[in-house]
């Protein structure tokens, strides 16, 4: 069974930085893409990066763009969020998620949708 554990949220001030990792279980994880979302209290969970199955095609959302980078360890079997200049509007739960297989990219890449399997999150928490 497939399981997706994120780690490294914390409390943080504005301009610092966090890097967030998430272990991924199971033999397949090479072959998958992952992404990034992030859930603010009362609002929908939010599309933030993604990354492909070699780690050589990302992308990310307009308010991350800049700031975040999105890579990954295939041989670790983990994906990473390096958060930079973190602002607190970046305050939100952190999700990694394996896109699914019948999400090739474009108009489901960014959207809930387009992942089958997701962690539980990590807090990060941006003070002003």
């Known amino acids: 069974q497939v399981q997706l554990v994120e780690s490294g949220g914390g409390l943080v001030q504005s301009g610092g930085s966090l890097r967030l990792s998430c272990l991924v279980s199971g033999r397949t994880f090479s072959s998958y893409a992952m992404g990034w979302f992030r859930q603010a209290p009362g609002k929908e969970r939010d599309f933030v990066a993604t990354?492909?199955?070699?780690?050589?095609?990302?992308y990310y959302s307009d308010s991350v763009k800049g700031r975040f980078t999105v890579s990954r360890d295939n041989g670790k079997n983990t994906v990473f969020l390096q958060m930079d200049s973190l602002k607190p509007e970046d305050t939100a739960v952190y999700y990694c998620a394996r896109r699914s297989a019948f999400c090739s990219g474009d108009g489901c890449a960014d959207t809930v949708r387009g992942y089958d399997m997701w962690g539980q999150g990590t807090q990060v928490t941006v003070s002003s």
């Open positions: 990354i492909n199955w070699n780690g050589r095609s990302t």
